[in-house]
């Protein structure tokens, strides 16, 4: 069965890690058809929409979805397309792989992030000139959906015992609250075990000992600080893959964005995109091949050649090319 994936750049080194994680998909000579997409800054420019219709589309029908990055159309073109495949959860892995100089080499963390409301949820306001206002959105649905994934993916797998509800419920006591008392009620009834850490906290535990901490469940913003803050951990944004699923249908993308001071040069790291191709091959079913692109990923970043935020001097192409070597 032939699975279709769309394929959608986006703007600055999106148009470099893409181009990279395709090579890796179509060496591996699996039953895919990549069709294309446009979205982002470009096409705004272009067309005055960030994302089009027929790419929203195209997403929403594909089997699945690869995204590069978006810069100052992010907000038009990642939270759309997440709505497209109906995304409920992002799942972003931060592991210091062997070989990368990694400030905390120990550290290898899951976060499962909430990715339809809090903050990203669109309901921004000018209402004065001196006045804007944001509301944050919490639901019991959400966070129960959220926390009903993370006990799937904690009970699927022999390497996680529970998880760690990250919340600032002391503060935002309705809204954070609301997250927290869904989160854990459903642990509580499923039986699985969770802590409670405040997101403000955990900042600061996760930088002095990351080995406290396997899977973690936070909500929407705070997802996205947090694991780019664990990047910094285990050496740069350029590692660091994701998913975005729903129930039928997932958008897979790097965690970094558009990276506009080294875009167009071909230097960019494409790991993070490739893993997230392997992330995307897992999804489909295709398990032996994602762990194979992993290890030889893995196998890359231990030997080089690497990439120069990895202190090395290889471009994009050198290091996919060791990356398709090694398959
Ligand atoms: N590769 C995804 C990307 O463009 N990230 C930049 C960004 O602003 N992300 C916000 C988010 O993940 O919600």
Do not use: W
């Not at 994680?21 to 294309?36: H, N, P, Q, T």
């Not at 792989?97 to 000018?126: C, K, Q, W």
């Not at 993370?150 to 935002?172: Q, T």
């Amino acid at each position: 069965m032939t699975h279709q994936i769309a394929v959608i750049e986006g703007d600055g080194i999106g148009q470099e890690v893409i181009p990279a994680a395709i090579e890796v998909l179509e060496s591996l000579d699996l039953d895919l058809e990549f069709v294309d997409g446009e979205a982002g800054d470009a096409v705004k420019a272009d067309t005055g929409e960030a994302l089009p219709q027929e790419t929203y589309d195209l997403a929403a029908d594909a089997d699945a979805t690869l995204f590069g990055a978006a810069g100052e159309t992010a907000a038009d073109v990642i939270l759309p397309l997440r709505d497209a495949v109906d995304s409920f959860v992002n799942i972003r892995p931060a592991k210091a792989y062997p070989g990368v100089d990694a400030v905390r080499p120990e550290t290898d963390l899951v976060f499962l992030r909430e990715n339809t409301e809090g903050v990203y949820s669109g309901h921004e306001d000018d209402l004065s000139d001196d006045l804007s206002t944001l509301t944050r959105v919490v639901t019991t649905s959400a966070s129960e959906k959220l926390a009903a994934f993370a006990c799937d993916y904690v009970e699927d797998s022999d390497d996680h015992d529970g998880f760690s509800v990250v919340h600032k419920a002391n503060v935002m006591r309705k809204t954070d609250g609301r997250f927290r008392d869904g989160v854990v009620g459903v642990a509580d009834e499923r039986g699985v075990e969770t802590d409670e850490v405040l997101m403000d906290a955990f900042a600061t535990h996760v930088c002095l000992d990351p080995e406290q901490f396997d899977v973690v469940v936070c909500p929407n913003l705070a997802g996205d600080v947090l694991s780019d803050l664990a990047a910094g951990l285990v050496g740069g944004l350029g590692l660091l893959p994701s998913a975005n699923i729903g129930d039928d249908n997932a958008l897979f993308e790097p965690v970094h964005g558009t990276a506009p001071d080294i875009a167009g040069e071909g230097i960019a790291n494409p790991t993070a995109t490739i893993l997230s191709a392997a992330m995307l091959l897992d999804h489909l079913g295709y398990s032996e091949e994602s762990q194979r692109v992993e290890t030889a990923v893995e196998s890359v970043l231990a030997e080089g050649p690497r990439t120069g935020d990895l202190g090395g001097n290889a471009d994009t192409d050198e290091m996919t090319a060791a990356i398709v070597d090694r398959l």
